[in-house]
């Protein structure tokens, strides 16, 4: 008998964690953190208790109290809590986890998952994982991941599952096929068709629609309320969104403003968006100007792209000045101070319209050494993303400070409304549960099959009579 759990993810944007059952082995998908920026900000002023960390988020509600899936060394509580779940063993069920891709609010958990369970990513999340673990960034605490090639079957006893390339903001990213003897799975992960590679989501769609799923875990990230998505704007044949940008929007918008700016532009990019960041170098070179990198992202880039971006330090004299400490301690420092060629604020300073300099919100003292009266800071998908996050207002603040105009540049990494409703018609399952979303019902409404399951309760997935179908029991 098949058996489906819905943990987290289907109110939320983010914290999808859904397990799948059949005899004595459970998969897990994905293991992610739901994704709250208020609350983030909130905990920031609050530290963590190291000894504990498990614990408390598990009290917290942040990861679910799922028993055989933690360490026992991991679930430490002083005296003991009867609300912490038993721990892993041997003897337990059989357990594997498989994460579509690495955005925290898919993965973000995985770290705390016990050792001898496997963690399951595509091949290219694989390498993401380890390069972002090379500048002290991705899941934490650190977890290897088993990669696994794209259309790769994996074999988890009765559960058969393998990965399905999509287009997303980050490499790596993939839809889940999974199957039983009972019924067959898709989950999309997050998706889009309007990004750098959309081949690949209509690659998948074919690809789903002859699997024949008899469920299908559809994200919808981009739904909104009525007042910002109305009802007649709810359709497969609704246009993008008002003032929405496709990645070829965002890289023409972007060249653009390089060539329009007589000062320097500052680029605010989410690293891990390695296709944003080449389009960035793209959109420059076309413009004329030369873009200056972080150390830690020209690693990502070299790493992953094979490029040599310019690195910028403050003080080519001395690079280690105004570089975090854990960035110079970093085993690949030397090999990109070796192989790169850099550029310091006193070359900046002497022809400011020549560059873009690539700067993260983390690290935005660093501007204060630069020319930055009459430039352009472009925010393009790094952190704070948006109204939404308490930490906009300070940038807005930050940026005026520095005497610089603020534009937004981006393109989403989520499918747009109509998109969402084509791609669940092309796939065509017969049963739908749409996650990943603050108004699910919304997209429900116009999904036929659609269905609501309960946070935490335990499904038993029987076929339907027809040839295709479930019925969440």
């Given at each position: 008998?098949?058996?489906?759990?819905?943990?987290?993810?289907?109110?939320?944007?983010?914290?999808?964690?859904?397990?799948?059952?059949?005899?004595?082995?459970?998969?897990?998908?994905?293991?992610?953190?739901?994704?709250?920026?208020?609350?983030?900000?909130?905990?920031?002023?609050?530290?963590?208790?190291?000894?504990?960390?498990?614990?408390?988020?598990?009290?917290?509600?942040?990861?679910?109290?799922?028993?055989?899936?933690?360490?026992?060394?991991?679930?430490?509580?002083?005296?003991?809590?009867?609300?912490?779940?038993?721990?892993?063993?041997?003897?337990?069920?059989?357990?594997?986890?498989?994460?579509?891709?690495?955005?925290?609010?898919?993965?973000?958990?995985?770290?705390?998952?016990?050792?001898?369970?496997?963690?399951?990513?595509?091949?290219?999340?694989?390498?993401?994982?380890?390069a972002l673990a090379e500048i002290g960034e991705g899941i934490h605490p650190a977890r290897a991941l088993f990669g696994v090639p794209f259309e790769t079957?994996?074999?988890?006893?009765?559960?058969?599952?393998?990965?399905?390339?999509?287009?997303?903001?980050?490499?790596?990213?993939?839809?889940?096929?999974?199957?039983?003897?009972?019924?067959?799975?898709?989950?999309?992960?997050?998706?889009?068709?309007?990004?750098?590679?959309?081949?690949?989501?209509?690659?998948?769609?074919?690809?789903?629609?002859?699997?024949?799923?008899?469920?299908?875990?559809?994200?919808?990230?981009?739904?909104?309320?009525?007042?910002?998505?109305?009802?007649?704007?709810?359709?497969?044949?609704?246009?993008?969104?008002?003032?929405?940008?496709?990645?070829?929007?965002?890289?023409?918008?972007?060249?653009?403003?390089?060539?329009?700016?007589?000062?320097?532009?500052?680029?605010?990019?989410?690293?891990?968006?390695?296709?944003?960041?080449?389009?960035?170098?793209?959109?420059?070179?076309?413009?004329?100007?030369?873009?200056?990198?972080?150390?830690?992202?020209?690693?990502?880039?070299?790493?992953?792209?094979?490029?040599?971006?310019?690195?910028?330090?403050?003080?080519?004299?001395?690079?280690?000045?105004?570089?975090?400490?854990?960035?110079?301690?970093?085993?690949?420092?030397?090999?990109?101070?070796?192989?790169?060629?850099?550029?310091?604020?006193?070359?900046?300073?002497?022809?400011?319209?020549?560059?873009?300099?690539?700067?993260?919100?983390?690290?935005?003292?660093?501007?204060?050494?630069?020319?930055?009266?009459?430039?352009?800071?472009?925010?393009?998908?790094?952190?704070?993303?948006?109204?939404?996050?308490?930490?906009?207002?300070?940038?807005?603040?930050?940026?005026?400070?520095?005497?610089?105009?603020?534009?937004?540049?981006?393109?989403?990494?989520?499918?747009?409304?109509?998109?969402?409703?084509?791609?669940?018609?092309?796939?065509?399952?017969?049963?739908?549960?749409?996650?990943?979303?603050?108004?699910?019902?919304?997209?429900?409404?116009?999904?036929?099959?659609?269905?609501?399951?309960?946070?935490?309760?335990?499904?038993?997935?029987?076929?339907?009579?027809?040839?295709?179908?479930?019925?969440?029991?």
């Amino acid at each position: 008998m098949s058996a489906i759990t819905f943990f987290g993810g289907l109110w939320t944007i983010g914290g999808t964690i859904v397990m799948l059952e059949h005899g004595d082995h459970r998969l897990l998908f994905d293991f992610g953190l739901v994704y709250e920026p208020e609350r983030a900000v909130l905990e920031a002023s609050i530290r963590p208790r190291a000894a504990f960390r498990l614990a408390d988020l598990i009290r917290l509600g942040r990861v679910p109290a799922i028993d055989g899936l933690y360490a026992q060394d991991a679930l430490r509580a002083p005296a003991g809590d009867p609300r912490l779940p038993r721990p892993f063993s041997p003897e337990g069920p059989a357990t594997a986890v498989a994460v579509s891709h690495l955005h925290l609010d898919h993965a973000g958990a995985a770290g705390w998952v016990a050792p001898d369970i496997p963690v399951y990513g595509s091949e290219p999340s694989r390498a993401l994982a380890e390069a972002l673990a090379e500048i002290g960034e991705g899941i934490h605490p650190a977890r290897a991941l088993f990669g696994v090639p794209f259309e790769t079957p994996v074999r988890h006893g009765p559960i058969r599952f393998f990965f399905v390339p999509v287009d997303h903001d980050v490499p790596g990213a993939a839809a889940l096929f999974i199957e039983t003897p009972e019924v067959r799975i898709v989950y999309t992960g997050d998706f889009r068709l309007h990004g750098a590679r959309p081949e690949l989501t209509a690659a998948f769609l074919e690809r789903a629609r002859a699997f024949r799923p008899d469920l299908l875990l559809i994200e919808g990230t981009t739904i909104g309320p009525r007042e910002a998505l109305p009802d007649e704007a709810l359709t497969p044949e609704a246009p993008p969104p008002e003032g929405a940008l496709s990645e070829a929007d965002v890289r023409a918008a972007l060249t653009a403003a390089f060539r329009e700016t007589e000062g320097l532009v500052v680029v605010n990019v989410y690293p891990w968006n390695l296709d944003r960041l080449e389009g960035v170098l793209q959109a420059a070179e076309a413009a004329g100007r030369r873009v200056a990198v972080e150390p830690a992202v020209a690693h990502l880039l070299r790493r992953l792209r094979g490029l040599r971006p310019l690195v910028y330090v403050p003080d080519l004299r001395a690079p280690e000045a105004g570089v975090a400490p854990e960035i110079v301690a970093a085993p690949w420092w030397e090999a990109l101070w070796r192989e790169a060629d850099g550029v310091d604020a006193a070359t900046i300073r002497q022809a400011p319209e020549a560059f873009v300099v690539q700067n993260r919100w983390e690290n935005a003292f660093a501007l204060l050494d630069l020319p930055t009266a009459g430039g352009r800071y472009i925010q393009s998908g790094g952190e704070p993303m948006g109204g939404f996050d308490p930490r906009w207002r300070h940038l807005e603040a930050f940026v005026r400070k520095l005497g610089m105009t603020l534009s937004v540049v981006h393109s989403g990494g989520h499918a747009w409304p109509g998109d969402l409703l084509r791609a669940a018609a092309a796939i065509g399952a017969p049963t739908v549960v749409p996650l990943h979303s603050r108004f699910p019902e919304r997209l429900a409404v116009r999904l036929p099959g659609a269905v609501f399951p309960a946070a935490g309760r335990r499904y038993r997935l029987r076929r339907l009579a027809a040839e295709r179908g479930v019925v969440l029991k």
